[in-house]
């Protein structure tokens, strides 16, 4: 099991929460998912690949701007 951290831009309230979760919960291999919020973050567990570029897709295609998150 791996994971990953995205930095996710245009969340304004709990229904866009709901709609991140749902496009990340789309990608085959994912088994949880953490959206914050105030943070502006999803974090995301499951059988995946290293490439975010799927999960980041999904989510431009509801709307959302997404971009891997890495602590430098």
């Given amino acids: 099991m791996n994971s ?3 930095n996710v831009k245009g969340m304004s309230c709990q229904s866009c929460v ?3 979760e749902n496009a990340i919960k789309s990608i085959t291999g994912v088994t949880m998912v953490v959206v914050d919020l ?3 973050r999803a974090h ?3 059988e ?3 490439d975010a570029q799927p999960f ?3 989510l431009e295609l ?3 701007e997404a971009f891997e998150y ?3």
């Fill in 4 to 6: 990953i951290d995205l």
């Fill in 18 to 20: 709901k709609h991140v």
């Fill in 38 to 40: 105030t943070g502006g």
């Fill in 44 to 46: 995301i567990e499951g």
């Fill in 48 to 50: 995946l690949e290293e």
């Fill in 56 to 58: 980041i897709k999904a």
């Fill in 62 to 64: 509801e709307g959302y």
């Fill in 70 to 72: 890495r602590d430098t």
